[in-house]
């Protein structure tokens, strides 16, 4: 008993803030003493209400501190007869511990919390749960702070039932008035119902995450596999050219610079998956570990509280069909590295040539598949704004310069070495690579829509689209369509349209127009090498011809 005094002394004359013997003390207006640095440096972080640490009354303004001479002089003299500040008890709540509720003065720990009480318990004053017959009944779980969003602001009931029309937690008496003919059960039979569908939303990311990392693996295999295959093609060329270096010396280096071009092509795609594949993976190990989160949360309403919040699993981007096969990928360069050394003199254009068709055909992950339904198109929309420093002088710019005008007067354009000068043509301000898709609605008796390299030229019969081996052209009109590349027109049978989609994989090579309306139809396709970025453009042919470059959504 003795022992336990000296204890209780100990704790009188402590600070609550520092836990140490009180240093230069003060006293505030509710009768706490505190040190003069620990108060003032707690109520330097309030803003404007300054308050108690331990009682929490409030004060208006904030009191003038003075010491306490008399609490001075009696610390001085129990510091000489021996009393050392009591070591720090981390029994004890902080400001981010919760505190249990039974405790008076400076509050314990709490270690459970009682929902049905509801309140927060230290271990001394949980114990009547763990030993009264009827208490033990009461669900006990992780001390929380947040007790009071279980209690029913209407009937201050808990919580214990929910409310399936509305989404909600109620307590036992809300189905009798607000929730009346609702369909309500028992939040532990919710819950249940629930966790099951975050198991199975934890099953399908984990087993996501298996199949991406199985991947990556395959992934690394073939970036292993194209870089060795690269190195010793390089080799074996070299010393294929070495034998005729006077007569294909240039042609040597060309090939060398494909097949390094070629690399560089294949290990960037192969790493950009690569990342992909490894970003969505951080994403569902994230995901996954919320979820398991969630799972352990003990508390029903909280969990059901919570579970509305988490956003929906999206939808696994398609992925590139990964095949790694044991292919030659580049050897069949040096086949026809041979076959150009023993038929030199004959069929070196032609050979050539050949090695250059090899290259560009390797094909080291199979290319995505076009998409089928216009929804997937829109995952490459791009915006496109016209630039008035292409436009002919009679095609007027609106709409945030996305639609095109035929007009009979000019318009006041600046003099510029991009305008067209013979066609009523217009470019636009994009440069597109990669994968991109558009649509234009045109109207007129005659509108070219097209994509062209950037330095086609401005004036003269070669400037016009689809007229040369620069553009692609599909010209549109109200009964009819056809496509002009090179000159070279291919009629096209297919039911009028308003509305034109167009679809480019750059580095495929593809292009493709299609007539938009309820369903996507393929109009006309070109499989080619793209040697530049491309440039969208349209052409109209008579006044009041417009063509209006979609805000696709």
């Known amino acids: 008993m003795a022992q336990k005094g000296a204890d209780l002394d100990q704790e009188t004359f402590c600070c609550s803030i520092c836990l140490d013997l009180l240093k230069d003390p003060v006293t505030i ?4 003493s505190y040190c003069m640095k620990c108060i003032q440096g707690f109520w330097d972080e309030e803003e404007k ?23 001075a002089a009696l610390m001085e003299q129990l510091k000489k007869t021996g009393l050392q500040a009591a070591p720090a008890d981390h029994c004890y709540a902080g400001p981010e511990d919760v505190s249990c509720d039974v405790c008076s003065g400076r509050k314990l720990k709490a270690i459970k919390s009682c929902l049905i009480c509801p309140a927060s318990y230290c271990e001394k004053h949980l114990q009547p749960h763990l030993d009264a017959v009827p208490l033990k009944k009461h669900k006990l779980v992780e001390p929380s702070k947040n007790l009071q969003e279980n209690i029913c602001s209407i009937h201050d009931e808990v919580m214990k039932m929910f409310c399936r029309t509305d989404q909600k937690c109620i307590c036992y008496l809300c189905p009798v008035d607000e929730h009346r003919g609702h369909d309500t059960v028992s939040a532990a039979a919710e819950r249940t119902e629930r966790q099951r569908d975050l198991e199975e939303s934890q099953q399908q990311i984990q087993q996501r995450i298996q199949d991406r990392e199985k991947e990556v693996k395959l992934l690394q295999q073939e970036l292993e596999a194209i870089n060795h295959s690269a190195d010793q093609t390089v080799k074996d060329s070299e010393e294929i050219f070495t034998q005729m270096i006077r007569l294909i010396q240039k042609t040597s280096c060309d090939v060398k610079q494909q097949i390094r071009s070629q690399q560089q092509t294949e290990v960037s ?3 950009d998956v690569q990342q992909q594949l490894e970003q969505e993976i951080t994403e569902l190990k994230r995901r996954d570990a919320e979820l398991k989160q969630l799972s352990l949360t003990e508390d029903h309403s909280q969990f059901l509280l919570s579970y509305p919040s988490l956003p929906p699993l999206r939808e696994s981007t398609p ?31 032609e050979e050539r040539t050949h090695i250059s068709l090899t290259l560009t055909s390797l094909d080291v992950l199979l290319s995505e598949p076009e998409p089928k339904s216009r929804a997937d198109f829109f995952r490459y929309s791009c915006p496109i704004t016209l630039d008035p420093n292409t436009a002919y002088r009679k095609l007027l710019l609106s709409e945030e310069n996305r639609k095109v005008t035929f007009m009979k007067q000019p318009q006041s354009y600046s003099d510029h070495p991009d305008r067209f000068t013979k066609y009523y043509q217009v470019l636009s301000r994009e440069s597109l690579t990669g994968r991109c898709y558009w649509e234009v609605e045109w109207r007129g008796s005659c509108v070219y829509v097209a994509v062209t390299y950037k330095n086609i030229s401005r004036s003269g019969h070669e400037s016009g689209f689809g007229s040369n081996n620069k553009s692609w052209a599909l010209v549109c009109s109200p009964n009819r369509f056809s496509f002009h590349h090179n000159s070279i027109q291919t009629s096209i049978s297919a039911p009028g349209s308003s509305r034109i989609g167009v679809y480019l994989d750059h580095r495929a090579g593809v292009l493709s127009f299609y007539s938009v309306s309820e369903r996507m139809t393929l109009l006309h396709r070109v ?3 793209f040697t530049q970025n491309l440039h969208a453009g349209v052409r109209l042919w008579c006044d009041g011809a417009t063509a209006e470059f979609c805000k696709v959504k």
């Open 269 to 271: 795609g192969v790493k």
């Open 49 to 71: 209400i300054h308050s108690c640490p331990q009682c929490r009354k409030t004060f208006t303004p904030r009191p003038v501190l003075v010491k306490n001479t008399m609490l």
């Open 29 to 32: 207006p509710c009768g706490h």
């Open 527 to 529: 499989q080619t090498t």
């Open 319 to 349: 992925s590139s069909s990964i095949n790694v096969r044991p292919l030659r990928y580049f050897e069949d360069v040096t086949a026809a590295v041979s076959q150009l050394r023993d038929k030199l003199q004959d069929i070196l254009r």
